[in-house]
């Protein structure tokens, strides 16, 4: 099993930045994988960026490429999200997810953090 507990969310005016932690418990040798992903008031969940656990390759969706920034501390067990130029479209909660080796989804998943950004 692994835990997932996200933080750092709030209300930021346009332009400003937030940084969400996500710290990592349980059996963090069998994740491949950390994701952020977001939910925006009335519409579906979306992928926001990625990173690999071992390698820290990230990969971001287009709309938050050159403004967010994913990464993490093995040593802290924590995946952060740097959201700079923060938009109201931003506006959503956000979700920490972690894959494992032997899943080909997204298997755990924190409880989320509100980001809202006001214009």
């Known amino acids: 099993q692994v835990q997932l507990v996200e933080s750092g969310g709030g209300l930021v005016q346009a332009g400003g930045s937030l940084k969400l932690s996500c710290v990592v418990s349980?059996?963090?040798?069998?994740?491949?994988?950390m994701g952020w992903f977001r939910q925006p008031p009335g519409k579906d969940r979306e992928f926001v960026a990625a990173?690999?656990?071992?390698?820290?390759?990230?990969n971001y969706v287009d709309s938050v490429k050159g403004r967010f920034t994913i990464s993490r501390d093995n040593a802290k067990n924590t995946v952060y999200l740097q959201m700079n130029s923060l938009k109201p479209e931003d506006t959503a909660v956000y979700y920490c997810?972690?894959?494992?080796?032997?899943?080909?989804?997204?298997?755990?998943w924190g409880q989320g953090t509100q980001v809202t950004v006001s214009s």
């Open positions: 997810a972690a894959r494992t080796f032997i899943g080909t989804e997204y298997d755990y």
């Open positions: 990173i690999t656990w071992s390698t820290g390759s990230p």
């Open positions: 349980g059996l963090t040798f069998s994740i491949n994988t």
